[in-house]
């Protein structure tokens, strides 16, 4: 049962919904509908908004705002030929109407047209009264153009209209980021802060930018601050421990992570970094329990599950590395890094079948490092899989054509399989690196270079 008191369009709300039990058609007025449709489309009842419209729009034909919403729905649907058809007949029924302008910023913005959508924000720009939202519309544009001057002349106009909104705040740190103007982001945040001492999210802000300046101690301070403004906000704790990480203050940093889990549910990525700092400070037991907790709370946690696979191999222990590799691989069947992990594992341990299939794999999941290749001919080759070890050395030659350690493995491929003229085509590559040669003669023992 709809509650009319929990909304202030309730009472029109009940009366339509009324209207259609009965089938009993009763006069709305313009306003009345416009209420009702704008209700159902904030509770996500699109089809309930349509059906209001479509009665709206019967009793009030040529009103200007149910055609706007109208339209707004057509856009809202991807059907912009409709959209742009009604914008017209509301653009000669209301002439420099700024909705009009600022829905045909949304359609060409939806097409890519981004210089178009920012010419139509202009024109709304000149015709509004309240400029704060036109001014967010332009800053997006010019983001998605990657023009960061702009964009940043915008969102700053934004600031300091409404200097605690984070949105304009965050996008315009963004563009200095990619314009490498940090001194111009401290002082925008400065600016914040001269208005809002107690602004968490600036204290929090200016300390990142600090760290990536290297300006150290007075991070930690901006991070203080930060936490002095909010003693719960997780963000600030992670930051600060992260930086304390960095310092080689591990006991703080793993304090800071501490607090950090009591302020939040704690999530996989707190004691992952916990973990990581036992393990610097020769806890390893402690250390393990840690990366252990973080993948129990986050199974896809890749890093938690690389951190005790290199532990183990630190550790010469072998099977436990790859015993967490495979559950790691369960977890995150498409992670790069751990199939290239399992691969050099099995390679070390001469599985090489094994090691085949894990290089397969993570060149099929776009990683074309030079020792990925090296490692997957090399395990056909101790295979003697001599054709398969000739077709993967050509695919690694399209990335690295001019590479002596993968022409050897080609020519000593064409040599084994008879193929001779193929074979030294491929010496020039190598000819004079007779290390090279000696490096490969276990595998192609009666391969001649010539030079």
């Given at each position: 049962?709809?509650?009319?008191?929990?909304?202030?369009?309730?009472?029109?709300?009940?009366?339509?919904?009324?209207?259609?039990?009965?089938?009993k058609i009763q006069y709305f007025d313009a306003q009345e509908f416009e209420t009702i449709t704008q209700h159902y489309l904030d509770n996500g009842q699109n089809n309930m908004a349509k059906r209001a419209l479509k009665l709206g729009l019967e009793q009030h034909p040529n009103n200007i705002e149910l055609l706007l919403v109208k339209s707004e729905l057509f856009v809202f649907d991807s059907e912009f030929s409709e959209a742009e058809s009604l914008l017209n007949l509301v653009d000669q029924l209301s002439p420099q109407n700024e909705e009009v302008f600022l829905q045909r910023a949304n359609i060409y913005s939806k097409r890519k047209e981004h210089q178009e959508a920012i010419a139509m924000l202009n024109r709304a720009l000149l015709l509004t009264e309240d400029p704060l939202d036109v001014w967010s519309l332009l800053g997006m544009e010019y983001l998605l153009v990657e023009n960061y001057e702009a964009a940043a002349k915008y969102f700053k106009l934004c600031l300091k209209e409404t200097p605690l909104d984070y949105q304009s705040l965050y996008n315009i740190l963004y563009c200095f980021e990619h314009l490498e103007k940090p001194q111009e982001a401290i002082f925008i945040l400065n600016e914040v802060l001269e208005e809002h001492p107690y602004c968490e999210v600036a204290w929090h802000q200016l300390g990142?930018?600090?760290?990536?300046?290297?300006?150290?101690?007075?991070?930690?301070s901006a991070y203080e601050f930060a936490l002095i403004s909010d003693d719960t906000f997780t963000g600030a704790y992670v930051e600060k421990g992260k930086l304390l990480e960095q310092l080689g203050r591990l006991n703080e940093a793993i304090e800071n992570y501490q607090i950090a889990m009591q302020t939040s549910d704690p999530g996989g990525y707190a004691y992952h970094r916990i973990g990581v700092c036992h393990l610097q400070l020769g806890n390893k037991q402690l250390g393990v329990n840690f990366l252990k907790e973080s993948i129990h709370l986050e199974p896809h946690f890749e890093k938690s599950w690389m951190g005790l696979i290199d532990f183990f191999l630190k550790e010469n222990n072998n099977e436990k590395a790859l015993y967490y590799c495979k559950k790691g691989l369960q977890a995150n069947e498409d992670s790069v890094q751990l199939w290239k992990k399992n691969g050099e594992i099995h390679y070390s341990m001469k599985h090489y079948s094994e090691a085949d299939y894990a290089y397969e794999n993570t060149v099929a999941l776009g990683n074309y490092e030079l020792e990925s290749w090296i490692q997957w001919i090399d395990s056909l080759l101790h295979l003697q899989e001599w054709n398969k070890a000739l077709k993967i050395g050509l695919q690694a030659r399209e990335f690295y054509p001019e590479t002596a350690s993968i022409a050897i493995r080609v020519a000593g491929c064409y040599h084994t399989l008879g193929k001779k003229d193929e074979?030294?085509?491929?010496?020039?590559?190598?000819?004079k690196d007779q290390s090279l040669v000696a490096q490969m003669a276990h595998f192609f023992p009666n391969l001649v270079v010539k030079s």
């Open positions: 049962m709809y509650d009319e008191f929990s909304d202030p369009a309730g009472a029109s709300v009940i009366k339509f919904e009324q209207m259609l039990k009965t089938d990142k930018i600090y760290t990536q300046t290297k300006r150290y101690e007075e991070a930690l074979s030294q085509y491929f010496n020039r590559a190598f000819s």
